[in-house]
């Protein structure tokens, strides 16, 4: 029996997984570790999204905590390097882009362990970002790239990845999305906030660019003050906004009709997603989210490693500016929001393309 050992870190990584787990649970050809890093060890970033997507305890509990780039990616290295070699699997899949994916990968390449990397071949061509440094170098030393697009094929194709290394497999937060659909659209979670469906924004805003800079920081409050006049914001907050906010003296509370809530779990935030408006993010899985769901989103960013959502999908990259957030978004308000189409490979199956694959290859 062949050992595959999965790691993850973050909320996108659980999702991610959960539809994997559930292909390998009775598959007797292999046996499946999962490895958490802590890397998200708060609990509505963390054990609630095990709870809900069914996901069993992990194998192997890190417990990495916060810290810098450097200090978590070091941790990580350390402690994920003593269970590999303790238990040597034949196959290594990480996922996304975070911390935690680099640094098994990295120790995992030096130990001889073959990489699966699912959600391969995104890009958004902004080393500043954290995790375009991850991606780089996570698919540079990986045996096996899972992408989620013809674009990302495209993206490792001219970095010089040999084309038999990559397989086009979809996208597979899809699948979390459609073996949850019918809690997702029957939750209706909009009603404990008094909220009627399709008569509020939701917002989610937590990257470094956006909240650590006090004045694109601004730039987005000014934003929010002008858009709430015409309708609710309503704003499930991330731990760094809140400290940042904090930190910079952003009085969000003073937005009148913004209104501020504790982190939601996964299903209940993709409930939000589905019954409102629109979506204000700076989130790369509700970019793709959205677009399954086909409501217009609104990404406060300068570029995006997910340029399907905008070429395909509802998205629209608005920027940090003041009057570019509020122009595009009121227009949508008004009547004019944009539709979008399900990208090829979208379809709830990617974990089983990529377990045909796996059965293939080791």
Same mark, same amino acid.
């Given at each position: ?8 870190? %973050? ?5 991610? /997984? ?6 390998? *649970? ?8 999962? #490895? ?11 054990? /609630? ?12 509990? @890190?417990?990495?905590? !916060?810290? +810098? ?9 350390? +402690? ?57 170098? %996570?698919? +540079? ?24 290394? #990559? ?15 019918? *809690?997702?659209?029957?939750? &209706? ?8 469906? *399709? ?9 470094? !660019?956006? /909240?650590? $800079? &006090? ?58 997603? $589905?019954?409102?408006?629109?979506? #204000? ?9 959205? %677009?399954? @769901? ?7 960013? &300068? $570029? ?21 957030? /509020? +122009? ?20 709830? !199956?990617? !974990? ?11």
């Amino acid at each position: 029996m062949k050992k595959i050992f999965i790691i993850v870190g %973050t909320r996108p990584n659980f999702i991610k /997984v959960a539809p994997l787990l559930i292909q390998l *649970k009775n598959n007797k050809k292999y046996k499946t570790v999962l #490895i958490h890093s802590g890397q998200h060890y708060d609990y509505y970033m963390s054990k /609630v999204f095990f709870d809900e997507l069914n996901i069993n305890p992990p194998d192997h509990y @890190l417990n990495i905590g !916060s810290g +810098s780039q450097g200090y978590q990616t070091a941790e990580i290295m350390k +402690s994920i390097e003593v269970v590999l070699t303790e238990n040597k699997p034949d196959l290594m899949i990480v996922v996304g882009d975070v911390n935690t994916t680099m640094a098994a990968s990295i120790v995992a390449a030096k130990l001889y362990i073959k990489i699966a990397h699912i959600e391969s071949g995104l890009r958004s061509y902004d080393k500043k970002m954290p995790e375009e440094i991850n991606r780089i170098i %996570t698919d +540079s030393i990986s045996n096996y790239l899972f992408t989620h697009s013809r674009g990302a094929d495209k993206n490792l194709i001219s970095e010089g990845i040999p084309k038999d290394k #990559i397989f086009f497999v979809g996208n597979i937060m899809i699948d979390t999305i459609i073996n949850n659909l019918e *809690k997702i659209q029957s939750r &209706e979670k909009y009603r404990e906030f008094n909220l009627n469906r *399709k008569d509020f924004i939701l917002l989610t805003m937590h990257r470094p !660019s956006n /909240v650590d $800079n &006090e004045e694109v920081f601004r730039s987005i409050a000014g934003a929010l003050e002008e858009i709430a006049k015409n309708m609710k914001i309503v704003f499930p907050i991330h731990p760094r906004t809140v400290k940042m906010a904090e930190k910079l003296n952003i009085k969000l509370s003073k937005i009148k009709n913004l209104k501020i809530i504790n982190p939601l779990s996964y299903i209940d935030l993709l409930s939000m997603e $589905n019954d409102s408006r629109c979506i #204000i993010t700076d989130s790369g899985g509700i970019q793709e989210e959205s %677009t399954f @769901l086909n409501v217009p989103c609104f990404t406060i960013r &300068e $570029n995006t490693e997910r340029p399907i959502t905008i070429d395909i999908g509802s998205n629209i990259l608005v920027g940090t500016k003041t009057k570019d957030i /509020v +122009s595009n978004v009121e227009n949508c308000l008004n009547g004019n929001c944009k539709q979008g189409n399900i990208p090829e490979l979208w379809d709830g !199956s990617t !974990s089983k393309r990529i377990i045909e694959v796996i059965n293939h290859e080791i």
